[in-house]
């Protein structure tokens, strides 16, 4: 079972029990609900369809799609009713990367052998809105996680759905560490505000918004600067691999344990594209 929590008069989030705490928001509005991403098995999207039909006796007119990730859009086919919303760039990344590991993931696992892949017909680039029976939401282009990420704002309740620009370890292997920098510091800005709904994991209050940010900020920039050291000292992938996350403030169970794993990725990722730049420059250097 997700579970299912009501953060303001309209506002519901249910989180995964099953994978890596994903969160999917739910806003209720007289004139029909907007489902704000899905949750990775469609056992669980199944129950927030049922939610939405028995309790509420409502219907999901509007699917946000705010990254192309699979534990995201998996279960946007079990709306087929709704309006599919999304950034410009997810429907290019559903096809190269969305889709194949679906394919991958279907010969392992049984549970997703239905799943079909929904691609947003409605695209946005900076900036967006939805009005639905009184709700405002207003979305803006978050990069950094991945290309394709938007946060969604809901005006009259003032909550923040920052999808995987906040989850409990920042995750930049997919996407941009300055692009992430960027859209942290942005989030920043993001006023009024009560609460604070993350990719993955707990929801924020107002209060605890802000040293969260400054946690995972802390945390990009002292990635970084030991990829940095690693390169300027010629090291391998062993010293890569020496700095603990804890070592950078986020615990090692964070997001259930994926904290040490996710992080190893960044680092690798983040390596290898400042020795691929640093070996532009050289070249360059060479040649002029
Ligand atoms: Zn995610």
Redo the contacts with the bound molecule.
């Keep these: 079972m997700a579970l299912r929590e009501r953060i303001s008069e309209h506002t519901y989030v249910f989180r995964s029990n099953m994978y ?1 705490k ?1 969160n999917a928001g739910l806003i209720h509005t007289p004139e029909g609900c907007i489902l704000i991403d899905t949750l990775p098995y469609p056992e669980e999207t199944q129950e927030i369809r049922h939610f939405v039909q028995r309790r509420l006796r409502s219907q999901v007119k509007y699917i946000i799609l705010t ?1 192309s ?1 699979a ?2 859009v998996y279960g946007a086919y079990l709306f087929p009713d709704a309006e599919i919303m999304g950034h410009l760039y997810s429907r290019k990344l559903l096809t190269t990367q969305t889709k194949p590991a679906l394919a991958k993931a279907r010969t392992v696992n049984p549970a997703l052998a239905d799943v079909r892949l929904v691609y947003p017909a409605l695209l946005m680039e900076q900036e967006a809105a939805i009005r639905l029976g009184g709700a405002t939401l207003i979305m803006r282009h978050a990069p950094g ?1 991945a290309p394709d990420v938007i946060r969604v704002y809901y005006k009259e309740e003032k909550v923040l759905f920052a999808s ?1 620009a906040m ?1 409990p370890i920042p995750y930049f292997a997919h996407g941009n560490i300055q692009d992430l920098r960027r859209t942290l510091q942005e989030l920043y800005q993001v006023a009024p505000l009560e609460d604070l709904v993350q ?2 994991g707990d929801v924020l209050l107002r209060g605890e918004v802000k040293s969260v940010i400054e946690t995972y900020l802390h945390y990009l920039d002292c990635v970084e600067a030991h990829v940095d050291r690693v390169l300027a000292q010629g090291g391998g992938k062993k010293a890569l691999l020496s700095l603990d996350v804890e070592a950078c403030g986020i615990p090692r169970i964070a997001l259930e344990g994926l904290a040490t794993q996710l992080h190893q990725e960044n680092l690798v990722a983040l390596y290898l594209r400042k020795r691929k730049a640093r070996q532009k420059t050289s070249e360059k250097k060479a040649a002029a």
């Design positions: 890596a994903v990254h990730h534990d995201h996680h995987d989850m990719g993955h």
